[in-house]
C-alpha cells in the first residue's frame, strides 16, 4: 500500500516537472530570441525591469531561466546589477502566476489542451504553431498531474502511518522550510514544489501552517540553484545576481517564518480552501519581498559589488584587459580603451597565425589544440569589445567620435573572422595532415612559408593603419593586394608543375596546398578592411561604380569604386 503510494506519488510529480519543461522549452523556442531582445530594451529602471521580469517569467515558468537569460546582460556590462536584481523580483512574482491558474479546479481542460496541443504539435507546417502546441500539451500535462497527484493521495487519507510520517516531518516550521528548500533544489523548480504542497494540503496531510513553511522553502529553494552554478565561475563578479536573489529569500524567509502561525490562520478564514491558501501565500511573500527590496536595491548593489568585487586575470587571454567600465561616460578615454583591446585581441590573432603555419609544416598536434585555445579567446574579446562600444554609443558621440567606434568595431569582426579561418580551415587541413602522416614537398614548404610571412607581415601594417590612419600607409596596405594574388598564382603554377613532373608529396598534398593559400589570402582580404576607412576619411575612394559608368559613358561593369566587390577582398 504504501510502496504504491510513494511510486504513484513519484510518477505525478515526475509527470509535473516534464509538463513544465515541455510549458518552458516551448516557450523559448517560440518566442525566445523576442524574449531576450524586449528584455535588453526595457532594463533601463527598476520598475520597467520589475514588469519585464514578471512577464517573462509568466511565460517561461522559470524564475532561474530568467536569470540565466539575464546573467549574460549583466555579467558582460550591459545592464547594471540595480535593474537585474529588479528583474529576479519580478521573476519571483511571475512565478506564482501558474500556480494561481492552476489551484483553481481546472481538471476538465486537460484533456481539450492535450487534443489540441498534439493537433497542433502534429498538423501545424510552421516551427512557432508546433512549439504553441507543445506548451499545450505541457499545461495539459501539468493539469493531469496535479489530478494524479490528488488521485494517489486519496488512499492514503486512512493511513496512519503516513499521516504520522508527514506530521513528523512538519511539525516545526523551521525542519519544513528546509525540506521544502531540499527538494525544490533537487526539482529545480519552485512552481513543482508549490503544486505538491497544495496537493498535500487539499488531502489534508499537512495543516495550513505546514504548507506555508513548504511555500517559504520553495521560494528558498529556488534561489539555491543559481548561486550553487554561480560558484564554478572565477570570477565574482558574476556571482553578485545569484547572491543578490538569494540574499532577498533568505531576507524574507526570516522575517515571514516568526509570522507563519497568525498568517496561516488569517488566510484560512479568508479561503478555506487549502490549495488555494498555499497559492495566496506564495504569491504575498514575493510581492511583500518585492515591495521591501525595490527601494534598497541601489544600497543592496553597491553591498554586493563590495562583498564580490571584479576579479581581473592577466593569465586568462579571454579576459579582457583595457575596457574600463568607469570611463563609458568619457567617450575619447573609452574609444581609446576599446581600440587597445582591439590590438590585444590582434596580438592573439597574430600568435594564431604564427602557430597555424607551424603546426601545418611540423605536424604537431599540441600546436593544433593551442590554437583552438586561442580561438576561444579572440571570440571571447570580440564579444566583449563590441558589447563595450555599443554601451558607448548609447549616448550620442560626435561625427569622429561615432566614425572611430565603427573603425574598432570593424576592426574587431574582421580579427574574429580571421580567428575562424585559422581555427575552422587552417587547423582543419593540418589535423587532416597529422592523420594521413603527409608532408610538403621542399618547394611547396618553402612557397608556403613566403606566402606566410607576406599576411603577417600586412597584419602589422594594417594595425598601424589602424593605430596611424596614414593614408600612405593604407594606400601601400591596398597595393599589397596585388602582390599577394601574383604570389598566389605563382605559388599555385610552381606546385602544378610539380604534379605535371609526378612528384609524390605533391600529388599527396595537392589539395591541402592549395586550400592553404586561399585561406590565407581569405585572412589578407579582411586585413585589408582595415585601409578603406583611412582613405574614406581622406577622400581618396572613388564613388559609385554605377554611376561613374553612367558619367564617362562607359559600358557597365567597368571602373573600380568602393562598390566594386575587390574592394571588400584582396
Given at each position: 500500500?504504501?510502496?504504491?503510494?510513494?511510486?504513484?506519488?513519484?510518477?505525478g510529480?515526475?509527470?509535473?516537472?516534464?509538463?513544465?519543461?515541455?510549458?518552458?522549452?516551448?516557450?523559448?523556442?517560440?518566442?525566445?530570441a523576442?524574449?531576450?531582445?524586449?528584455?535588453?530594451?526595457?532594463?533601463?529602471?527598476?520598475?520597467?525591469?520589475?514588469?519585464?521580469?514578471?512577464?517573462?517569467?509568466?511565460?517561461?515558468?522559470?524564475?532561474?531561466?530568467?536569470?540565466?537569460?539575464?546573467?549574460?546582460?549583466?555579467?558582460?556590462?550591459?545592464?547594471?546589477?540595480?535593474?537585474?536584481?529588479?528583474?529576479?523580483?519580478?521573476?519571483?512574482v511571475?512565478?506564482?502566476?501558474?500556480?494561481?491558474?492552476?489551484?483553481?479546479?481546472?481538471?476538465a481542460?486537460?484533456?481539450?489542451?492535450?487534443?489540441?496541443?498534439?493537433?497542433?504539435?502534429?498538423r501545424?507546417?510552421?516551427?512557432?504553431?508546433?512549439?504553441?502546441?507543445?506548451?499545450?500539451?505541457?499545461?495539459?500535462?501539468m493539469?493531469?498531474?496535479?489530478?494524479?497527484?490528488?488521485?494517489?493521495?486519496?488512499?492514503?487519507?486512512?493511513?496512519?502511518?503516513?499521516?504520522?510520517?508527514?506530521?513528523?516531518?512538519?511539525?516545526?516550521?523551521?525542519?519544513?522550510?528546509?525540506?521544502?528548500?531540499?527538494i525544490?533544489?533537487?526539482?529545480?523548480?519552485?512552481?513543482a514544489?508549490?503544486?505538491?504542497?497544495?496537493?498535500?494540503?487539499?488531502?489534508?496531510?499537512?495543516?495550513?501552517?505546514?504548507?506555508?513553511?513548504?511555500?517559504?522553502?520553495?521560494?528558498?529553494?529556488?534561489?539555491?540553484?543559481?548561486?550553487?552554478?554561480?560558484?564554478?565561475?572565477?570570477?565574482?563578479?558574476?556571482?553578485?545576481?545569484?547572491?543578490?536573489?538569494?540574499?532577498?529569500?533568505?531576507?524574507?524567509?526570516?522575517?515571514?517564518?516568526?509570522?507563519?502561525?497568525?498568517l496561516?490562520?488569517?488566510?484560512?478564514?479568508?479561503?478555506?480552501?487549502?490549495?488555494?491558501?498555499?497559492?495566496?501565500?506564495?504569491?504575498?511573500?514575493?510581492?511583500?519581498?518585492?515591495?521591501?527590496?525595490?527601494?534598497?536595491?541601489?544600497?543592496?548593489?553597491?553591498?554586493?559589488?563590495?562583498?564580490?568585487?571584479?576579479?581581473?586575470?592577466?593569465?586568462?587571454?579571454?579576459?579582457?584587459?583595457?575596457?574600463?567600465?568607469?570611463?563609458?561616460?568619457?567617450?575619447?578615454?573609452?574609444?581609446?580603451?576599446?581600440?587597445?583591446?582591439?590590438?590585444?585581441?590582434?596580438?592573439?590573432?597574430?600568435?594564431?597565425?604564427?602557430?597555424?603555419?607551424?603546426?601545418?609544416?611540423?605536424?604537431?598536434?599540441?600546436?593544433?589544440?593551442?590554437?583552438?585555445?586561442?580561438?576561444?579567446?579572440?571570440?571571447?574579446?570580440?564579444?566583449?569589445?563590441?558589447?563595450?562600444?555599443?554601451?558607448?554609443?548609447?549616448?550620442?558621440?560626435?561625427?569622429?567620435?561615432?566614425?572611430?567606434?565603427?573603425?574598432i568595431?570593424?576592426?574587431?569582426?574582421?580579427?574574429?573572422?580571421?580567428?575562424?579561418?585559422?581555427?575552422?580551415?587552417?587547423?582543419?587541413?593540418a589535423?587532416?595532415?597529422?592523420?594521413?602522416?603527409?608532408?610538403?614537398?621542399?618547394?611547396?614548404?618553402?612557397?608556403?612559408?613566403?606566402?606566410?610571412?607576406?599576411?603577417?607581415?600586412?597584419?602589422?601594417?594594417s594595425?598601424?593603419?589602424?593605430?596611424?590612419?596614414?593614408?600612405?600607409?593604407?594606400?601601400?596596405?591596398?597595393?599589397?593586394?596585388?602582390?599577394?594574388?601574383?604570389?598566389?598564382?605563382?605559388?599555385?603554377?610552381?606546385?602544378?608543375?610539380?604534379?605535371?613532373?609526378?612528384?609524390?608529396?605533391?600529388?599527396?598534398t595537392?589539395?591541402?596546398?592549395?586550400?592553404?593559400?586561399?585561406?590565407?589570402?581569405?585572412?589578407?582580404?579582411?586585413?585589408?578592411?582595415?585601409?578603406?576607412?583611412?582613405?574614406?576619411a581622406a577622400?581618396?575612394?572613388?564613388?559609385?561604380?554605377?554611376?561613374?559608368?553612367?558619367?564617362?559613358?562607359?559600358?557597365?561593369?567597368?571602373?573600380?569604386?568602393?562598390?566594386?566587390?575587390?574592394?571588400?577582398?584582396?
Amino acid at each position: 500500500m504504501a510502496t504504491t503510494i510513494l511510486l504513484d506519488l513519484m510518477g505525478g510529480v515526475a509527470l509535473l516537472l516534464w509538463g513544465l519543461h515541455m510549458v518552458h522549452s516551448g516557450i523559448v523556442r517560440a518566442f525566445g530570441a523576442g524574449l531576450r531582445r524586449a528584455m535588453s530594451a526595457v532594463l533601463r529602471t527598476r520598475a520597467h525591469a520589475f514588469l519585464a521580469g514578471l512577464g517573462v517569467t509568466a511565460l517561461l515558468q522559470s524564475s532561474t531561466a530568467t536569470a540565466l537569460m539575464l546573467s549574460s546582460f549583466s555579467a558582460s556590462g550591459l545592464v547594471d546589477l540595480t535593474p537585474a536584481l529588479a528583474v529576479m523580483l519580478g521573476a519571483n512574482v511571475g512565478t506564482t502566476l501558474i500556480v494561481q491558474l492552476l489551484s483553481f479546479d481546472s481538471s476538465a481542460i486537460s484533456p481539450l489542451l492535450l487534443v489540441v496541443g498534439v493537433v497542433a504539435f502534429k498538423r501545424s507546417r510552421q516551427s512557432r504553431g508546433r512549439d504553441l502546441g507543445r506548451v499545450a500539451i505541457g499545461l495539459g500535462l501539468m493539469l493531469l498531474s496535479l489530478h494524479l497527484l490528488l488521485t494517489s493521495l486519496a488512499p492514503a487519507e486512512n493511513a496512519p502511518v503516513v499521516r504520522t510520517l508527514l506530521g513528523a516531518l512538519t511539525g516545526d516550521p523551521l525542519v519544513t522550510l528546509l525540506i521544502g528548500a531540499l527538494i525544490t533544489w533537487l526539482a529545480h523548480s519552485s512552481v513543482a514544489t508549490v503544486l505538491l504542497t497544495m496537493s498535500l494540503a487539499v488531502s489534508g496531510f499537512i495543516t495550513p501552517l505546514a504548507a506555508c513553511a513548504l511555500v517559504l522553502g520553495a521560494n528558498l529553494g529556488s534561489a539555491l540553484n543559481p548561486f550553487i552554478e554561480g560558484l564554478s565561475s572565477d570570477n565574482p563578479a558574476h556571482r553578485r545576481l545569484p547572491a543578490g536573489n538569494l540574499l532577498t529569500r533568505v531576507v524574507g524567509c526570516a522575517l515571514a517564518l516568526p509570522l507563519l502561525s497568525p498568517l496561516s490562520q488569517a488566510l484560512a478564514q479568508w479561503d478555506a480552501d487549502p490549495a488555494r491558501l498555499a497559492a495566496d501565500f506564495h504569491t504575498l511573500f514575493n510581492a511583500a519581498v518585492a515591495l521591501l527590496f525595490i527601494l534598497p536595491l541601489p544600497w543592496v548593489s553597491r553591498l554586493l559589488t563590495r562583498w564580490l568585487p571584479e576579479k581581473r586575470s592577466s593569465e586568462d587571454p579571454a579576459v579582457p584587459l583595457y575596457l574600463d567600465a568607469s570611463v563609458v561616460n568619457t567617450p575619447s578615454v573609452a574609444l581609446a580603451c576599446a581600440a587597445r583591446e582591439t590590438l590585444h585581441m590582434g596580438d592573439i590573432v597574430e600568435t594564431m597565425m604564427r602557430e597555424s603555419m607551424q603546426a601545418i609544416l611540423t605536424n604537431d598536434r599540441k600546436l593544433v589544440a593551442e590554437v583552438a585555445q586561442r580561438d576561444n579567446a579572440v571570440d571571447s574579446l570580440h564579444e566583449a569589445i563590441k558589447l563595450y562600444v555599443v554601451r558607448l554609443t548609447r549616448d550620442s558621440l560626435d561625427e569622429a567620435e561615432g566614425r572611430r567606434a565603427m573603425e574598432i568595431m570593424a576592426l574587431a569582426i574582421n580579427l574574429e573572422h580571421i580567428g575562424d579561418i585559422i581555427d575552422k580551415n587552417l587547423m582543419e587541413l593540418a589535423a587532416k595532415k597529422i592523420k594521413r602522416q603527409l608532408q610538403f614537398s621542399r618547394e611547396g614548404a618553402q612557397e608556403l612559408e613566403a606566402f606566410h610571412r607576406l599576411i603577417i607581415d600586412n597584419l602589422k601594417l594594417s594595425f598601424s593603419v589602424f593605430l596611424s590612419g596614414d593614408v600612405k600607409s593604407a594606400r601601400q596596405l591596398l597595393d599589397e593586394k596585388t602582390r599577394v594574388r601574383e604570389l598566389e598564382m605563382r605559388a599555385a603554377e610552381q606546385h602544378l608543375q610539380r604534379l605535371r613532373e609526378g612528384r609524390l608529396e605533391s600529388i599527396e598534398t595537392s589539395s591541402l596546398h592549395l586550400d592553404i593559400l586561399r585561406d590565407l589570402k581569405r585572412i589578407h582580404s579582411h586585413l585589408c578592411a582595415a585601409a578603406y576607412p583611412a582613405l574614406e576619411a581622406a577622400g581618396q575612394l572613388q564613388p559609385s561604380r554605377l554611376r561613374q559608368s553612367e558619367e564617362q559613358g562607359l559600358p557597365k561593369g567597368q571602373g573600380v569604386s568602393l562598390d566594386d566587390p575587390a574592394a571588400g577582398h584582396c
